[in-house]
């Protein structure tokens, strides 16, 4: 690797950190590639996905499965929470906390180890409310 490909990557990763630290809510790898073509250019998928995967190495990402937007993206270190899907725009928001009462959810006689749940509707900047 030449000084130049070196400092290339350094600025594509630090792009796409810029784009987490700006965007607080779970993203697509098309969102960061869209976001991230603010902050430096050239930047295509590929590079995206090389330094999506170092920072999930790295414990600055993490993956999150969602059921309808796929693979989503978000910084760790958050501690237990949900997530919001706005069907009209795409986007998932970071919801604080939990609302579930786990010693009430299961069935007498089951044993719970953990849940996921993801709430879905509309969002305020879809509904007008925020411009
Ligand atoms: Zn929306
Ligand atoms: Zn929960």
Redesign the pocket.
């Known amino acids: 690797m030449n000084s130049n490909t070196a400092r290339r990557k350094t600025r594509q990763r630090t792009a796409i950190e810029q784009v987490f630290s700006k965007h607080e809510r779970p993203l697509r790898v098309d969102e960061v590639l869209a976001y991230g073509r603010q902050f430096v250019e050239p930047l295509d998928k590929a590079t995206v996905y090389r330094n999506l995967n170092i920072l999930v190495d790295n414990f600055w990402l993490k993956r999150l499965f969602h059921p309808s937007l796929g693979t989503l993206y978000e910084r760790t270190g958050k501690g237990?929470?949900?997530h919001f899907h706005c069907r009209e725009c795409n986007r998932a928001f970071e919801l604080p906390?939990?609302?579930?009462k786990?010693d009430v959810a299961a069935p007498d006689g089951f044993v719970l180890e953990d849940?996921?749940?993801f709430l879905f509707g509309v969002c305020q900047s879809c509904l007008g409310v925020v411009k």
Do not use: D, R
């Open positions: 237990h929470h949900h906390g939990c609302a579930l786990e849940h996921e749940i």
